[in-house]
């Protein structure tokens, strides 16, 4: 991680995009194209085709791509992209957020809030989940990029102060706070908290990670198909787990 970097990154990208365009009219959305450049600061490489598709960055490490959502879009990039070399997937994640709204009428930006929810590395189960069969591809690698950043929104909801049910105007990077890894099949063990009795069922490792019944279900499905936990037992409609040696 190298924050001098970052913040030149986001200098570069959103200065430049800013004088082009102003908010809410970005071609590129500003969160990829700042995590683009902190990841390959030379612009040569990015958008390089490989095979049949078009990479973010091509580069000594391979193939990056830069995936802030729906995770499924990228099985058949993955397909083709690791046929030929390492590829690794970015994930940008706001462990600290501030939101401002945008009057498309108007064009006037609220002063920004924070926001209650904060992100941690779980949070990534629903996206992983979608490419889990990658994860044990020794050429395959993820990086979860916690960070702090301020998130623009439309006012275009459908509630009385049209902020429910809005659409995400862009999302501007601040701070790189952290940078999580994954390079082969043990670095997923960071999923298993060190208080998970010997035996345990979902609602245990939902309870011990602090997160819900539906993302820790996920979470054991990945780590049961990485070899990480086991299901010994059934007990009604709960499966028993235990953590692999």
């Given at each position: 991680?190298?924050?001098?970097?970052f913040?030149?990154a986001?200098?570069?990208?959103i200065?430049?995009?800013r004088?082009?365009?102003g908010?809410?009219?970005?071609?590129?959305k500003?969160l990829?194209?700042v995590?683009?450049n902190?990841?390959?600061?030379?612009?040569?490489?990015?958008?390089?085709?490989v095979?049949r598709y078009?990479?973010?960055?091509?580069?000594?490490?391979?193939?990056?791509?830069?995936?802030t959502?729906?995770f499924?879009?990228?099985?058949?990039?993955?397909?083709n992209f690791?046929?030929?070399?390492?590829?690794t997937?970015v994930?940008?994640?706001?462990?600290?957020k501030?939101?401002?709204?945008?009057?498309m009428?108007?064009g006037?930006?609220?002063?920004?809030?924070?926001?209650?929810?904060?992100?941690?590395?779980?949070?990534?189960?629903k996206?992983?989940?979608?490419?889990k069969y990658?994860?044990d591809?020794?050429?395959?690698h993820?990086?979860?990029?916690?960070m702090?950043?301020?998130?623009?929104?439309?006012?275009n909801g459908?509630?009385?102060?049209?902020k429910?049910?809005?659409?995400r105007?862009?999302r501007?990077?601040?701070?790189?706070?952290?940078?999580v890894r994954?390079?082969?099949?043990?670095?997923y063990r960071l999923?298993?908290p060190?208080?998970?009795?010997?035996r345990?069922?979902?609602?245990?490792?939902?309870?011990?990670c602090?997160?819900?019944k539906?993302?820790?279900g996920m979470?054991?499905n990945?780590?049961?198909?990485?070899?990480?936990?086991e299901?010994?037992d059934?007990?009604?409609?709960?499966?028993?787990?235990?953590?692999?040696?």
């Open positions: 991680m190298d924050k001098q970097q913040c030149d986001c200098e570069k990208v200065g430049e995009q004088q082009r365009r908010i809410g009219t970005l071609g590129e500003t990829h194209a995590l683009k902190y990841y390959e600061p030379h612009r040569e490489n990015h958008e390089i085709k095979g078009v990479a973010d960055i091509v580069g000594e490490q391979g193939v990056i791509e830069i995936q959502r729906q499924f879009r990228l099985v058949p990039k993955l397909d690791l046929e030929f070399c390492d590829v997937v994930y940008p994640m706001p462990a600290l501030y939101v401002s709204w945008l009057d009428d108007t006037e930006v609220s002063p920004k809030r924070r926001s209650p929810r904060k992100y941690r590395i779980y949070d990534a189960f996206e992983i989940y979608n490419i990658a994860l591809n020794p050429r395959f993820l990086v979860l990029c916690l702090e950043m301020d998130e623009i929104r439309y006012l459908w509630s009385k102060d049209k429910r049910g809005s659409s105007c862009d501007i990077p601040k701070e790189i706070i952290e940078e994954f390079d082969c099949v043990q670095d999923f298993i060190g208080s998970l009795p010997v345990f069922t979902s609602a245990q490792y939902a309870k011990a602090s997160i819900s539906e993302l820790a979470g054991l990945i780590l049961n198909y990485l070899g990480l936990v299901r010994v059934k007990v009604g409609n709960s499966y028993i787990y235990t953590v692999a040696d």
